[in-house]
């Protein structure tokens, strides 16, 4: 807005709500010498209008924010970490988020933020994160882990973020926003989960705030807060189905231990289910076998270990869990259209 616009509406206006974002003490410092009833409803400002006549101060409660936040994530489970995401700068709100979400989590489970305090840039206003920086600390947190972004576009970043860097969401890294902007909760890979923040209710106190004021009655000493929040739950935070969370446990236990000769039966024990039940979800969910996925495993352990070692091929089968060499060696011409030396030879030629 141009300063004579503005100086023409604090000359004329009898209230006046200031609720801007962008250049916000250029814009407000227009109405501090008027006579204007003023509601502020940006917590930038409220320092700016401390104590000054005929205004009165009504923001959203940041704080029941972060702890709505946190209660959603307590009631999904048991998660290694959680993370806060401050975006560019620790913004009022934000910080009275993260308080809010720091004092509501589970108390045992450390809580990270982003950016650390130092290293903010506090010059210009933006909300634009360092995507590299931001991948660093999300691929540093002990997963699982549950992140809450201060606003929907800083959520957003991290779901990009744990798209580059190959983390399943919701399984390695649940993230949750908050404003419920329905493009932004949209666009990403992974639709966000978000908070929707009582702005309808912070609009109608407002308005009876300001006929208070224009009828002369005393302003509020102490700023007005609203809460209550509405949770729009998405595939961000949607709990794993049973189906698949059984098939992720096998598969962890797979691959840390294919190359130990395990057979099926023993990753059937250690999951706690029937080998048929467990034979069924894998062909629900990756169509294929237990037995099919420990090959997979082995035979890539196989192809590693011909590349980038001087083992003989004896050695390697043993190593990866195949105590047979002319069964490995047929396994891999079957699977790869080749011999494992021609293979190593081929690989040794590429690099």
């Known amino acids: 807005m141009a300063s004579g616009a503005l100086q023409k509406l604090s000359r004329s206006a009898d209230g006046v709500f200031l609720s801007i974002a962008y250049d916000t003490e250029r814009i407000a410092r227009h109405f501090l010498s008027s006579n204007v009833k003023m509601v502020v409803t940006n917590d930038h400002l409220v320092p700016l209008y401390a104590g000054r006549p005929g205004c009165c101060t009504l923001l959203l409660d940041s704080v029941s924010i972060g702890r709505d936040a946190a209660r959603y994530f307590n009631s999904l489970g048991r998660f290694a970490s959680y993370g806060f995401v401050h975006g560019h700068r620790h913004f009022p709100w934000s910080v009275e988020r993260e308080k809010g979400f720091r004092a509501y989590k589970a108390k045992t489970t450390p809580l990270f933020t982003y950016p ?70 949209a666009s990403a890979k992974v639709q966000l989960t978000s908070l929707q923040l009582p702005f309808r209710e912070l609009g109608y106190k407002a308005a009876g705030m300001m006929d208070r004021l224009l009828c002369g009655a005393r302003t509020p000493v102490k700023t007005v807060r609203v809460s209550g929040t509405r949770l729009f739950e998405r595939d961000s935070s949607a709990p794993v189905p049973p189906a698949i969370a059984l098939v992720e446990r096998a598969l962890a236990y797979i ?97």
């Not at 190959?166 to 993230?175: E, S």
Request: hydrophobic fraction near 40%.
């Open 116 to 185: 650390e305090a130092d290293d903010l840039e506090t010059e210009t206003f933006t909300s634009a994160i360092d995507l590299e920086s931001l991948a660093h600390w999300v691929e540093s947190l002990p997963k699982p882990a549950a992140v809450f972004g201060a606003n929907d576009l800083f959520a957003r970043d991290v779901l990009t973020v744990c798209d580059r860097l190959c983390l399943k969401v919701p399984q390695q890294v649940t993230v949750v926003g908050c404003d419920n902007d329905p493009i932004i909760c």
């Open 255 to 351: 691959s840390s231990h294919a190359c130990d000769g395990i057979r099926a039966s023993d990753v059937v024990a250690h999951v706690g289910v029937s080998r048929s039940l467990l034979d069924l979800r894998f062909a629900q969910v990756r169509n294929r076998s237990v037995l099919n996925e420990i090959l997979d495993v082995r035979l890539a352990a196989v192809k590693r270990l011909l590349g980038n070692t001087e083992l003989s091929i004896l050695q390697i089968g043993r190593r990866c869990g195949f105590n047979d060499p002319d069964n490995l060696k047929r396994l891999f011409r079957r699977r790869f259209g080749m011999s494992m030396r021609e293979w190593r030879s081929r690989s040794r030629s590429r690099g």
